[in-house]
């Protein structure tokens, strides 16, 4: 277990080979397993997806399924979003469920950004909201402003509003501006504000 975490915190490229071989040979204990698959992840190759995506079809622990998610968003390579997409409608767990909505975050594609974008919508479930609002701060893409500032604008926990903003930072959108101002005059409160000035000022450094 220890050679499969090393090899994956090295992100070299050949240790991929034999990761994939240990995966092939029948591994009851899935600790073991779990750590294969992580490490696989880790090093962002996209030779491990065909193994990833049979783990998702075949591995009967949720947990197994999650990590497998994980390590396919990481990988981030187009031809695989439609598995976290369909993880994400299709799949029981809500463990693999969360670890999808965090999974599509590594995409910049509109599909993934539309999905990101209806739960922050759904209002009936807070959990994948908030996880979904972190997602689209990641993806990087403009499309995602549009969907955080609705959010921004009808969001009454200023907690959520300091994680709304604090994902508008790493979009750096000029169309986030005046938002982003009317609420700091708006605000009293001291965590809201001080993200609203880290926002702007990345806004403004571009």
């Given at each position: 277990m220890r ?11 050949e ?16 600790l073991v397993r ?8 880790k ?7 065909p193994s ?6 075949n591995?009967?622990?949720d ?15 187009e ?6 997409l369909?993880a ?75 994680l709304i903003?604090s994902a508008l ?5 000029k169309?986030?501006?005046m ?5 700091l005059?708006?605000?009293?409160d001291p965590?809201?504000r ?9 806004i403004?450094?571009?």
């Amino acid at each position: 277990m220890r050679a499969a975490q090393s090899l994956g915190v090295r992100g070299q490229s050949e240790a991929v080979e034999p990761l994939l071989q240990c995966l092939s040979k029948p591994e009851k204990n899935h600790l073991v397993r779990a750590v294969l698959y992580s490490a696989l992840g880790k090093l962002g190759d996209k030779r491990a997806l065909p193994s990833l995506s049979a783990c998702l079809k075949n591995e009967t622990r949720d947990e197994l399924r999650s990590v497998c998610v994980s390590a396919i968003g990481s990988i981030a390579e187009e031809s695989a979003l439609p598995q976290i997409l369909a993880a994400l409608e299709n799949d029981s767990s809500i463990l693999v469920q969360s670890s999808a909505v965090d999974a599509l975050g590594n995409f910049s594609e509109l599909s993934a950004v539309k999905r990101l974008s209806i739960l922050v919508a759904d209002g009936d479930n807070q959990m994948f909201r908030q996880r979904a609002i972190r997602a689209l701060g990641r993806t990087g893409s403009a499309s995602a402003v549009k969907p955080l500032l609705q959010a921004l604008t009808t969001s009454s926990n200023d907690s959520e509003r300091v994680l709304i903003v604090s994902a508008l930072t790493g979009l750096r959108s000029k169309e986030a501006v005046m938002p982003l101002n009317t609420l700091l005059q708006e605000s009293a409160d001291p965590r809201l504000r001080t993200q609203i000035v880290i926002a702007l000022g990345a806004i403004d450094d571009g």
